[in-house]
């Protein structure tokens, strides 16, 4: 599990295919020997290999760890589901290692399990914030609702406004130096996670065939665009 408070944002120096999917390095820069962050006091030297870290919002499992750079295999179905597929050398991705029990949870509680990657479609800054607004396609498994939680690239983020099937988060400055969504464009899709609760209140909901438009026990959780 992971609180969406970014850690800091590694640099992508090599992709490589793999049989059944990808090998991602990441380099960490200054991070590496830098002061934990956010929950973490320990550096990130002190990585072990096999634990969690999420990367751009999506849980994986660190394989090889050295010279300040960290190694991640993804799986088709991973790539498939996410965006990582379409990180090119040179791109920065979010960090943030796994949260531990005791720990403040200073974001949400978020899972490292993305929804879906959705569009940008507008991006609006001044001096004291920038406003990302995001379209969530018809079919899509999430739901928001304003001043709720939403994980964007493993970014804790409040929603600040719903508009049919698109939502607006506003970004004060440190977020945009410390994570990678100052490099979004519009047209960029991102990772999305809906929040936990609402998720699991949402499938009982369906369960008991009190959620309109969904009487399915068996099916999915119900989607379409924010509620």
């Given at each position: ?36 962050a ?6 990130w ?10 990367v ?8 090889e ?16 589901c ?13 960090l ?30 001044d ?20 001043k ?57 909901l369906v ?5 309109p438009g ?14």
């Amino acid at each position: 599990m992971f609180t969406g408070i970014i850690e800091c944002a590694g640099r992508l120096v090599s992709l490589e295919d793999r049989p059944g999917g990808m090998r991602l390095r990441i380099d960490l820069g200054p991070a590496a020997s830098a002061p934990g962050a956010g929950n973490h006091s320990a550096p990130w030297d002190q990585l072990v290999i096999g634990e969690s870290v999420a990367v751009d919002g999506c849980c994986l499992t660190l394989v090889e760890f050295g010279a300040n750079q960290l190694s991640f295999d993804v799986i088709e179905e991973s790539l498939r589901c996410t965006n990582l597929g379409e990180r090119r050398v040179g791109d920065r991705l979010n960090l943030e290692r796994a949260m531990r029990l005791g720990d403040r949870l200073g974001g949400h509680i978020v899972s490292g399990h993305v929804d879906a990657t959705c569009p940008i479609v507008a991006i609006q800054s001044d001096e004291e914030e920038t406003r990302i607004t995001v379209e969530i396609p018809v079919g899509a498994p999430i739901r928001v609702i304003h001043k709720g939680s939403i994980a964007i690239d493993g970014v804790s983020l409040t929603v600040a406004a719903v508009d049919g099937p698109r939502f607006t988060v506003a970004l004060i400055p440190h977020t945009l130096v410390l994570t990678n969504l100052s490099d979004r464009n519009v047209g960029d899709g991102v990772n999305l996670e809906m929040d936990q609760i609402g998720r699991w209140v949402e499938s009982l909901l369906v369960e008991r065939g009190t959620m309109p438009g969904r009487t399915d026990p068996s099916s999915e959780p119900a989607s379409g665009g924010p509620a």
